[in-house]
């Protein structure tokens, strides 16, 4: 039998801080690397963040996985409210994966001025896709992940490709401000039908469940369409997406790995194509990498 070292749950920035300060201490003493890691999560986890935190396992010695659903990242008629909470189940399924310490802070810790706090802003290329569709997200973003990156002081963060324009985003914030963080994207989670894991999966009726396939195979669809060209690839993930009952789709683009910004019809190389769409009334994201030859 497999025995569980529950990880060390903590809610504040000093006792985490002192608790990672004495086990890079016990590490030292012992002989050992103490590579810190950092998971970023707004919990309710599933099989996306616990691949994150296997790859956090193998490529560090003491790993912090926070959970803090960060209300600076929600706009005023989004989900924060009913967004799910379940701390007992995540800490449950990190003691599994073998997390040191899950740092679920209240926003009062995170944010003791509230509203009125400092800000980093994401730039144009936050104001784009999802942050148009969502106004302020990524600069809330940003924020919560500078903090945490300046409360852990981690070797290593990892991020998920899922959310593609987070990872962007996160990457050039890292070599803008000059932060001493190495990156590690994890490929998308799936469920067996291809549907991307999410957190808000849960709320998708069987019949939303199986309509929200079409953004996977719409996806799959440019991929393959994609030695054609990119005006190939969006025609091939339109008809499909663009059939699905209950798929509202909000954009579609393809944008190029360096500057996330959409490329033209004839560009040729690495790219990314991008999906967002509500689907019944669950807001879902999708993407997936293209070789246009
Ligand atoms: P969230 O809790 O949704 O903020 O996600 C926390 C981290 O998990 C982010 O880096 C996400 O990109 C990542 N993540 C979420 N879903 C998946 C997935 N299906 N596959 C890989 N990573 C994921």
Known sequence: MTVLTKPEVIDTIDELRNSLCLAKQNAAARGGDAHVVLVPTMGALHAGHRELVRRA?????????SVF?????????????????????????????????????????????????????????????EGAARPGHFDGMLT???????????????FGQKDAQQVFLVERMVADLNLRVRIEVVPTVREDNGLARSSRNRNLDEPARTAARSLFVGLTAAAAAAHSGVPAAIVAAHAVIGAAPLVKLDYLVVVHPHTFLPVDDDYRGQARMLVAAVVGSTRLIDNISLDIP
């Open 57 to 65: 396992v193998a490529v560090g010695d003491i790993v912090v996985v």
């Open 69 to 129: 659903v960060n209300p600076l990242q929600f706009g005023v008629n989004e989900d924060l409210d009913t967004y799910p909470r379940t701390l007992d189940a995540d800490v449950a399924a990190l003691a599994e994966e073998g997390a040191a310490f899950v740092f679920a802070p209240h926003a009062q810790e995170m944010y003791p001025d509230g509203a009125s706090s400092t800000r980093l802003t994401a730039g144009a290329v936050g104001g784009l896709y």
């Open 144 to 158: 919560v992940v500078a903090k945490l990156l300046n409360i852990v002081e981690p070797d290593i963060a990892v």
